[in-house]
């Protein structure tokens, strides 16, 4: 049992490239997020999934697409890299929301320069 | 908008001091609040869930408080050791927008030997 697994797990971008970030959970979850973590900040929201075939934005979506064609893989696409996507990436997911807390993956370090 | 705040951003104590991590957040609206540990390079572990109806979770030598009505709620750990060191966050799931979880930025805690 892997838990979330993240590839890959660092990156330099050029700007205006673009990249897709994987993420894998084995534990049949039906809910997974993306967060990116900037330096001495919070997490913030990017894109959420309750389960295959839908996806919703969170709080920072701009800049970023995402998919859920299975339950366990949720990748997070980057178009146009910006410099302002410097950040460190994470997935997660949970089995519900409420009483069920979320499993982490170890987290994608992404540079745009 | 709900904001999480975690004082004080860093934190140093000998080895076997009992310490306490402070979390207030500004809506009470919440249907949960989660500790969540974070060390160096990898991804959050959880450590404690509270449900917005508790008042206070354990697990070993943690012990978690929550008053929703003062927008609190702390981290109590017992007879600290090195292992400790990490950064710790809190983070709070709103009660309507549910996918809305809201982080603090942490607070570094170093235990020294």
């Known amino acids: 049992n892997a838990g979330v697994t993240q590839t890959p797990k660092f990156r330099i971008l050029k700007i205006g490239q673009s990249m897709t970030l994987q993420c894998t959970q084995d534990?049949?979850?039906?809910?997974m997020y993306w967060y990116r973590q900037d330096p001495g900040m919070g997490l913030k929201l990017i894109y959420y999934?309750?389960?295959?075939?839908?996806?919703d934005k969170g709080e920072v979506p701009n800049g970023y697409n995402v998919s859920r064609s299975t339950t366990e893989d949720f990748p997070l696409r980057l178009e146009l890299a910006a410099p302002s996507q410097t950040s460190v990436y994470f997935c997660?997911?949970?089995?519900?929301?409420?009483?069920?807390?979320?499993?982490f993956g170890p987290g994608t370090r992404l540079t745009v320069t | 908008k709900q904001e999480v705040t975690q004082i004080p951003a860093a934190l140093s104590v000998p080895e076997g001091e009992n310490l306490v991590l402070n979390c207030s957040f500004t809506?009470?609206?919440?249907?949960?609040l989660q500790w969540f540990r974070q060390d160096p390079g990898k991804g959050l572990t959880s450590l404690l869930l509270?449900?917005?109806?508790?008042r206070e979770q354990t697990s070993g030598r943690l012990n978690a408080s929550l008053d929703k009505s003062s927008g609190r709620s702390t981290l109590y750990i017992a007879a600290s050791q090195p292992g400790d060191s990490a950064t710790y966050l809190c983070?709070?799931?709103?009660?309507?927008?549910?996918?809305?979880?809201?982080f603090g930025a942490g607070t570094r805690l170093t235990v020294k030997p």
């Open positions: 997660a997911s949970s089995y519900s929301r409420g009483l069920y807390e979320q499993y």
């Open positions: 534990m049949n979850h039906n809910y």
């Open positions: 999934s309750v389960g295959a075939g839908i996806t």
């Open positions: 809506d009470s609206a919440i249907y949960n």
């Open positions: 509270i449900q917005s109806s508790q």
């Open positions: 983070a709070v799931e709103p009660f309507v927008k549910w996918h809305d979880m809201r």
